[in-house]
């Protein structure tokens, strides 16, 4: 179960936006194992620059860290409390597929500073159908100058 929440910051003028998401997650015991996982807490973060209404490219990371102990059998891993960072390249298209809007995202994080859990490379490949973003409603106002 995650609990959490985010904030996006886009600038339509410059085309910059930035995103950061926070959370804590809990994990239910296995009834098989009669194992749990401790709580972790989590921090994932995006800079982009639009380079079109359509493409974006920017970095992306993430903060990982278990806070609380793991128990149950095996007891012989200890409180076995985890860690990593990410960061790496990230670049989206959003283009129209119908009346819908659709996305295709590649993002890949580098890994370090692990502790209890593997690092390396991972790869991540996203791609959204969603609803078009309505027209505005606001026609834009042109202003006249004279002298």
Do not use: C
């Not at 809990?26 to 994932?44: R, W």
């Not at 076995?80 to 390249?89: A, K, M, W």
């Not at 989206?92 to 890949?108: D, E, M, R, V």
């Amino acid at each position: 179960m995650d609990f959490g929440g985010g904030y996006t910051y886009l600038n339509p003028t410059s085309g910059t936006e930035f995103s950061a998401v926070g959370g804590l997650t809990y994990n239910f015991k296995n009834p098989d194992t009669q194992y749990q996982s401790g709580i972790d807490f989590h921090l994932d973060w995006g800079v982009s620059q639009f380079l079109s209404k359509q493409v974006f490219v920017g970095f992306v990371g993430y903060a990982y860290q278990q806070v609380t102990d793991d128990f149950g059998q095996p007891a012989v891993l200890g409180s076995f409390r985890s860690r990593v960072l990410g960061v790496g390249p990230q670049i989206g298209y959003i283009f129209p597929i119908g009346s819908n809007q659709a996305f295709l995202g590649l993002k890949g994080y580098g890994e370090f500073d692990a502790a209890n859990r593997p690092s390396g490379w991972n790869t991540w490949l996203t791609f959204s159908i969603s609803e078009a973003a309505p027209a505005s409603a606001v026609a834009p106002t042109r202003h006249k100058v004279s002298k």
